[in-house]
């Protein structure tokens, strides 16, 4: 019954998205990937936005249902409550009617099983499209690296134009296709070159077809962030817009929450917040972040890995043996598989451990090692880890918990009832 709710629900939403481009004339933006889709579509929207009217989604609204209620800014109801999709549709209806206020709109497409992109196929068309990149996901599901490449390569077949990361994509998925491509080595057709990091950010230069471009600064304190700022340059540039333009959506492109983040903590310490999800790729440039940041102390919490199957210890072992104790003080570990293997791996490198069930009992740990002026890396997937209720623990200011992920009341049950927390 749900699954018949939900296709009819998502027939009439992309009925009335297409009634709405054939009124209107606007571009469309779609970002696809196994990491960053999230931060790369808030990156690209708020670049768009020096030039163009923008519409977008802050949160992850990236399936069949959702994607089309960005297009008329609607919020999703209940998938049972009729009276409520009512109201939407006649809402989208009256917009339909409207001259649409929009140039761009800027969506994030997502898969959870093989073939789910290929269902946006009947319904999306996007003038331009971005492969974040192509890496370990639902490998539950997938099995193989050529399962998910074949899944994310899909979003080319409803896009005029696709850019795609290079540096995380294998070259066997992209060569001899019609693609654009980007990468932070330089040998990409948008690069950028001359990267400098400090503490508080990145200087770069950015080129285009081998030609520099411009100058800039960024507060991206990981290749991750300059990624998803390189998507951005790289998409506005396609799309027209000058180098001041440019310049000035880098300064309105912040961390989300929970995606390498900066906040501040006790004893004057500083805290990367990276607790949304984790990836093997994502863990291992969020250490190598933690690696290339100066401080005096620098403690790693790696939470469990999710959704990763038969790969799951693999990628488990490999962090493990990333963990280098002359780089770092301290490695805590949250979650079966983290504290399984991770652990011990991290440990036979030479690393401190200590390992935790409890997000809230891996935050209290961390608050009694904390010394003046540390570095902490909070990393980490959702179930069975949540690893934001340790960063509130440590954080300077309380309020700043509002900063984190999965706050709201419906989260915070099921996070007290998973680790009986009172």
């Given at each position: 019954?749900?699954?018949?709710?939900?296709?009819?629900?998502?027939?009439?939403?992309?009925?009335?998205?297409?009634?709405?481009?054939?009124?209107?004339?606007?571009?469309?933006?779609?970002?696809?990937?196994?990491?960053?889709?999230?931060?790369?579509?808030?990156?690209?929207?708020?670049?768009?936005?020096?030039?163009?009217?923008?519409?977008?989604?802050?949160?992850?609204?990236?399936?069949?249902?959702?994607?089309?209620?960005?297009?008329?800014?609607?919020?999703?109801?209940?998938?049972?409550?009729?009276?409520?999709?009512?109201?939407?549709?006649?809402?989208?209806?009256?917009?339909?009617?409207?001259?649409?206020?929009?140039?761009?709109?800027?969506?994030?497409?997502?898969?959870?099983?093989?073939?789910?992109?290929?269902?946006?196929?009947?319904?999306?068309?996007?003038?331009?499209?971005?492969?974040?990149?192509?890496?370990?996901?639902?490998?539950?599901?997938?099995?193989?690296?050529?399962?998910?490449?074949?899944?994310?390569?899909?979003?080319?077949?409803?896009?005029?134009?696709?850019?795609?990361?290079?540096?995380?994509?294998?070259?066997?998925?992209?060569?001899?296709?019609?693609?654009?491509?980007?990468?932070?080595?330089?040998?990409?057709?948008?690069?950028?070159?001359?990267?400098?990091?400090?503490?508080?950010?990145?200087?770069?230069?950015?080129?285009?077809?081998?030609?520099?471009?411009?100058?800039?600064?960024?507060?991206?304190?990981?290749?991750?962030?300059?990624?998803?700022?390189?998507?951005?340059?790289?998409?506005?540039?396609?799309?027209?817009?000058?180098?001041?333009?440019?310049?000035?959506?880098?300064?309105?492109?912040?961390?989300?929450?929970?995606?390498?983040?900066?906040?501040?903590?006790?004893?004057?310490?500083?805290?990367?917040?990276?607790?949304?999800?984790?990836?093997?790729?994502?863990?291992?440039?969020?250490?190598?972040?933690?690696?290339?940041?100066?401080?005096?102390?620098?403690?790693?919490?790696?939470?469990?890995?999710?959704?990763?199957?038969?790969?799951?210890?693999?990628?488990?072992?490999?962090?493990?043996?990333?963990?280098?104790?002359?780089?770092?003080?301290?490695?805590?570990?949250?979650?079966?598989?983290?504290?399984?293997?991770?652990?011990?791996?991290?440990?036979?490198?030479?690393?401190?451990?200590?390992?935790?069930?409890?997000?809230?009992?891996?935050?209290?740990?961390i608050r009694s090692q904390i010394k003046a002026g540390a570095l902490v890396l909070v990393k980490g997937s959702q179930n069975k880890v949540f690893a934001e209720e340790a960063v509130k623990k440590i954080l300077a200011d309380?309020?700043?918990?509002?900063?984190?992920?999965?706050?709201?009341?419906?989260?915070?049950?099921?996070?007290?009832?998973?680790?009986?927390?009172?």
């Open positions: 019954m749900k699954a018949i709710a939900r296709r009819l629900v998502a027939e009439i939403l992309w009925h009335q998205v297409r009634a709405l481009r054939k009124h209107n004339d606007f571009k469309v933006v779609a970002v696809a990937g196994s990491v960053g889709k999230t931060s790369a579509k808030l990156a690209i929207a708020r670049v768009l936005a020096q030039k163009y009217k923008v519409q977008y989604q802050d949160g992850n609204y990236n399936d069949l249902v959702t994607v089309p209620l960005i297009f008329f800014g609607a919020n999703q109801p209940s998938l049972f409550n009729p009276f409520a999709w009512l109201h939407t549709f006649a809402s989208n209806a009256k917009k339909i009617r409207q001259e649409y206020p929009y140039d761009i709109v800027v969506v994030e497409v997502g898969t959870d099983y093989p073939g789910n992109l290929a269902e946006f196929k009947r319904y999306l068309s996007a003038e331009v499209g971005v492969i974040a990149g192509i890496a370990p996901e639902h490998m539950e599901l997938f099995k193989s690296l050529d399962s998910v490449a074949h899944e994310e390569l899909t979003l080319a077949d409803f896009s005029s134009l696709v850019i795609v990361n290079k540096d995380l994509s294998a070259a066997k998925y992209i060569k001899g296709k019609d693609f654009l491509t980007y990468s932070l080595s330089g040998n990409g057709d948008f690069g950028l070159t001359n990267v400098m990091f400090s503490n508080n950010g990145a200087s770069f230069d950015f080129i285009a077809s081998g030609q520099k471009i411009m100058s800039a600064n960024h507060q991206a304190i990981s290749e991750p962030q300059l990624y998803f700022a390189l998507a951005a340059l790289a998409v506005g540039l396609k799309l027209g817009l000058s180098t001041a333009e440019l310049k000035a959506g880098l300064d309105q492109i912040k961390p989300a929450p929970g995606r390498m983040q900066t906040l501040e903590g006790i004893n004057g310490s500083k805290i990367i917040d990276d607790t949304y999800n984790a990836s093997p790729e994502a863990v291992k440039a969020a250490l190598q972040t933690l690696y290339r940041m100066k401080a005096p102390q620098k403690i790693a919490l790696l939470g469990n890995m999710n959704e990763l199957g038969e790969y799951s210890r693999q990628a488990h072992q490999e962090v493990g043996e990333m963990c280098d104790p002359k780089k770092v003080d301290l490695i805590v570990t949250l979650g079966p598989d983290a504290n399984e293997v991770l652990a011990p791996a991290a440990a036979q490198k030479g690393c401190k451990v200590q390992s935790f069930d409890s997000p809230f009992e891996a935050g209290d740990f309380p309020t700043d918990a509002a900063k984190l992920v999965r706050q709201s009341d419906e989260w915070m049950k099921a996070k007290n009832q998973m680790f009986a927390q009172s």
